[in-house]
T-cell receptor
Framework: DGGITQSPKYLFRKEGQNVTLSCEQN?????MYWYRQDPGQGLRLIYY???????QKGDIAEGYSVSREKKESFPLTVTSAQKNPTAFYLC????????????????FGAGSRLTVL | DAKTTQPTSMDCAEGRAANLPCNHS???????VYWYRQIHSQGPQYIIH???NNETNEMASLIITEDRKSSTLILPHATLRDTAVYYC?????????????????FGQGTILTVHP
């Protein structure tokens, strides 16, 4: 079955450590996204990528980094510069379309919950 | 992007229709209305979207008013598994290089609780 796989599902890290969250998709989608969700809040966009080797900052990119070396993969690194990294992280993907319809139909992964001790 | 307003929470009896409203009075002509839902501790799930005509799929129906300033998501026969946070998002797709991609802004949505 096609979908998005995020790992690990739960992750604990000590302050000052970098951690990388994995996101892999087999949907042949061109665009991929990373969102952050805090308890009781909506989702906020961290980074997004339309094509391989290209990505753009979202609304809250500070303290995060990404890479897009393969179409299927879009890992997110939470660096020690991120002041409040404890959150639920969601990866998503979508097709690029030549018309305006449906371009915001995103497929999400199950999420990774990061806790900083 | 147009701002949306949704009730914080709603209740619905199992088997009855759930009607979730969304106000988007500043919507512009090229903005679509999208609905997603998020079951607790899972990733959001796309439900339906529309521009100005009513839409229906296997999950739900979307009714958009003629002036497009509000819409209603209808779950025709709600089940306990429909308990979730429902997000209404109004968004124009950004076009780059002849293709379109989407970036979504999720607010706090409506917490729908379906009870027996």
């Amino acid at each position: 079955d096609g979908g998005i796989t995020q790992s690990p599902k739960y992750l604990f890290r000590k302050e000052g450590q970098n951690v990388t969250l994995s996101c892999e998709q087999n949907l042949n989608h061109d665009a991929m996204y990373w969102y952050r969700q805090d308890p009781g809040q909506g989702l906020r966009l961290i980074y997004y990528s339309q094509i391989v080797n290209d990505f753009q900052k979202g609304d809250i990119a500070e303290g995060y980094s990404v890479s897009r070396e393969k179409k299927e993969s879009f890992p997110l690194t939470v660096t020690s510069a991120q002041k409040n990294p404890t959150a639920f992280y969601l990866c998503a993907s979508s097709m690029l379309r030549r018309d305006n319809s449906g371009a915001n139909v995103l497929t999400f992964g199950a999420g990774s919950r990061l806790t900083v001790l | 992007d147009a701002k949306t307003t949704q009730p914080t929470s709603m209740d619905c009896a199992e088997g009855r229709a759930a009607n979730l409203p969304c106000n988007h009075s500043t919507i512009s002509g090229n903005e679509y209305v999208y609905w997603y839902r998020q079951i607790h501790s899972q990733g959001p799930q796309y439900i339906i979207h529309g521009l100005k005509n009513n839409e229906t799929n296997e999950m739900a129906s979307l009714i958009i008013t003629e002036d497009r300033k509000s819409s209603t998501l209808i779950l025709p026969h709600a089940t306990l598994r429909d308990t979730a946070v429902y997000y209404c998002i109004v968004r124009v797709s950004l076009t780059a290089g002849g293709t379109s991609y989407g970036k979504l802004t999720f607010g706090q949505g409506t917490i729908l609780t379906v009870h027996p």
